[in-house]
């Protein structure tokens, strides 16, 4: 007997149809003779219809009062959930953040978990219910309620995972796994039977958006072995583990991202301090810079080109001309370009991993206009129009 | 400075334009200098389309799951409160029903307060805060939400104005007030200005529907006085309080009631115990008996009639069928009546009040059926047509 913790998205349980199929995963799961635990996020849109009426009263209003309203949407879904798992026969219980034991600090909409009191988990699991927890949502010292911000129920999985030291925590969506390449793209993209920690989180960093990266980091720290596995089709996923534990691989994945800008400050007078002035000032406005690229220009002038995600780029250009405009430099930003990239632990061990992307884009005739390494990933800015073509030409470069 | 307890129903807040209107009643109160609780019920329909979600995956759901489901309405509806209290500039926190304290029994769907404990309330109350309440819900021994059943939400306010010593306990509707008669059908009805808590719960009872009796009975107990006002015109409602307080008045209203079945059992053999046996099985079915009349039939035989609300008159000519049939009794049933009423604790003084009203019914050329009469009411049984003709004659007769 295990016990296995399984989230489902707001897409699996968007509606009646849907939430009796994922009950019946649920069941099937339990009659296996497994302990359950559920973690549920809000049914399809409820929770933008939520936003929408938010906005609509108060644009401004508190973000104490926006986690009142916003958590309401796995309340109902918990029970909807409940109510069709009782249907199918099972004992089952619904269980809201805080009933869960979930305590977070205090900073609503974006709440960190602080500790998971699990007595009331395990004494439902002790009476061999199904408990279906309300992903996403805890309560602060102060007895309020809170949002765990994006991705939250993953995190709010996992971290049951980790606490009740689950054999596994899958995790449900709309694919049947984790892909070499976008299989919507791709299609000849494989799907990996493992990965590890690392490589996943290079992949959701780089657009992949399977799995959300706070939920994966935790996984990693707490050792909980993940499973991302579709709730439509009835299959094995990928597990997400331990490196120790699977084979090697020179490479996991081609991934693209289009969410992405360059800003460029071209023509600053070579003294020192300015990278620090730059990148201090855009920390403070909450700006996450990705690939950084200075290099020397004319006349004894220095360029400093940076990506981040396009909601920031205005923000970044701002704030960026308010010191650099005066002193005669110029803010540039360009949001036509793509980061395509390829990840796997794999290359940490094999040269010729970054020349064999490049020669694959070359022969593609595609120009790269920026680079960066990691460990595991080789990154490039291309064209955003060759985004598709340059995905396919590497992973074929890579898989055949 | 007083504390004032306002309670909002669902179409007082249906959306956020009713939202912004309840917000600013709320903010002049409390900029008048008073401390102010608001009980607000879930917005509009979304109980009954959270009911109707339910039935669509699971009509037989367990209680506990469906107050779990409901108790998520108030919790929207008091954030969004919230919101547009804070968009008005004033200091404001909502609070679900367990965070106010109302802890309840056991019974979901139907839960009974057994205390408020009111430390939070208090608090915030302290901070100068306006506090918005969820009514209708509170937590039970297990920590697991309850509703209180049908009208919960005003048993909540008048609840929280008992415990907290409030001044006065508004419940806001969309009548400016309690009347004479409704005022849709009589003209001049007449708007009172104040009523006894006993005249309110025969009211209640009769069809007025302004106030759920519960909560009427919990205000009589703890000496609440209570308000009926409009959310939507802005002037003084109706007073309910003590009797000693006020002004006699002969007759408070005239109400109708066309919720009514008159089951009669005619030819029952004349020996004792039959009404025993009829109305105790009656009573272990959950029906609830009105007007009773039994009288002397042909042949030594006896007939017994009596009314309860249409709702259970099927269940309740199955149970007699069973019982009198086999003995040669016949069972009827008859859903083309209506009650009429009088209410008013000045009629125990004064005589002559009964054939007033019989008097004013008969040159209307009404036929009456059936008569009852209570310390402070006269009803009637008339034909269902006629029930309008009725309440107009009889509210002519003692409000010219």
Chains 1, 2 share one sequence.
């Not at 809000?42 to 209003?61: H, M, V, W």
């Not at 996984?219 to 090697?248: D, Q």
Request: with cysteine.
């Amino acid at each position: 007997m295990s016990l296995i913790v399984q989230k489902f998205g707001g897409s699996s349980v968007a509606n009646a149809e849907r939430v009796m199929n994922v009950a019946r995963i649920v069941t099937d799961t339990y009659k296996e003779g497994n302990d359950v635990v559920v973690v549920v996020s809000a049914q399809g849109d409820t929770t933008d219809d939520l936003i929408e009426k938010a906005k609509e009263i108060n644009p401004k209003a508190s973000k104490r009062e926006m986690d009142m309203l916003l958590t309401a949407g796995e309340q109902i879904s918990i029970s909807l959930l409940a109510m069709a798992i009782e249907k199918l026969g099972c004992p089952v219980v619904s269980l809201l953040g805080w009933q869960a034991g979930f305590h977070t600090n205090r900073a609503y909409g974006s709440a960190r978990i602080e500790s998971i009191k699990t007595e009331r988990l395990q004494s439902e699991l002790d009476k061999k219910k199904i408990v279906v927890v309300a992903g996403f949502q805890g309560i602060n010292k102060s007895d309020d309620l809170t949002t765990l911000g994006r991705g939250g129920s993953d995190t709010s999985a996992v971290a049951i995972a980790a606490v009740l030291h689950a054999d596994r925590c899958q995790i449900f969506t709309d694919v049947t796994g984790v892909f070499t390449a976008d299989p919507r793209k791709i299609p000849n993209a494989k799907k990996l039977k493992d990965i590890t920690y690392d490589e996943m989180l290079e992949l959701a960093t780089l657009g992949a958006q399977v799995l959300n990266n706070r939920s994966v980091e935790m996984a990693k720290k707490y050792n909980v072995e993940l499973e991302v596995l579709s709730s439509l089709e009835r299959e094995p996923g990928t597990i997400v583990k331990e490196a120790a534990k699977m084979e090697k691989m020179l490479i996991r994945g081609v991934t693209k991202d289009t969410d992405v800008a360059r800003i460029s400050v071209v023509g600053m007078k070579d003294i020192p301090g300015n990278a620090f002035r730059m990148f201090s000032k855009l920390a403070s406005k909450g700006i996450n810079i990705d690939v950084i690229l200075q290099s020397v220009g004319r006349d004894g002038t220095k360029d400093i080109s940076f990506t981040c995600a396009k909601d920031y780029a205005d923000t970044a250009v701002e704030v960026l001309e308010d010191i650099f405009s005066p002193e005669g430099a110029k803010v540039s930003c360009d949001t036509t370009i793509a980061k395509v990239s390829i990840v796997g632990a794999g290359m940490q061990s094999h040269s010729g991993t970054a020349s064999k992307m490049f020669g694959a884009l070359y022969e593609a005739g595609i120009n790269i206009s920026m680079i960066s390494t990691s460990e595991i990933t080789v990154s490039v800015l291309i064209d955003k129009e060759l985004a598709d073509k340059a995905v396919e030409a590497v992973h074929k470069a890579f898989f055949g």
